[in-house]
């Protein structure tokens, strides 16, 4: 079984920086893909940005430019380095890991808020 644990959330001011981690652990078969994604109150969970193995990225149009995903395979974790924060940022933010020929996993969300 694999575990995730993430780390990074909190409160910023508008135009703040934060980094956000997720280190995974346990039972982990091939990972295929790392990612984030976020809940936004009243919202459905989007995806803000995956990384492949291969280091191949994708991005939410929404935060092109500002947020970058990267990751470490040796240490099976992966980041996401969230620049120029807005208000419109505010969400619970999960991370997911993608196996061979495994559910996905989810963590177990961190809040980041982004007020002044």
């Known amino acids: 079984q694999v575990q995730l644990v993430e780390s990074g959330g909190g409160l910023v001011q508008p135009g703040g920086s934060l980094r956000l981690s997720c280190a995974a652990s346990?039972?982990?078969?091939?990972?295929?893909?790392m990612g984030w994604y976020r809940r936004a109150p009243g919202n459905q969970r989007e995806l803000v940005a995956r990384?492949?193995?291969?280091?191949?990225?994708a991005y939410a149009d929404s935060v092109k430019g500002r947020f970058t995903i990267s990751r470490d395979n040796a240490k099976n974790t992966v980041y996401l380095q969230m620049n120029s924060l807005q208000p419109e940022d505010t969400a619970v933010y999960y991370c997911?890991?993608?196996?061979?020929?495994?559910?996905?996993?989810w963590g177990q969300g961190t809040l980041v808020t982004v007020s002044s």
């Open positions: 990384i492949t193995n291969s280091g191949s990225t």
């Open positions: 346990g039972s982990i078969s091939t990972i295929l893909a």
């Open positions: 997911k890991v993608e196996q061979w020929r495994e559910v996905p996993v």
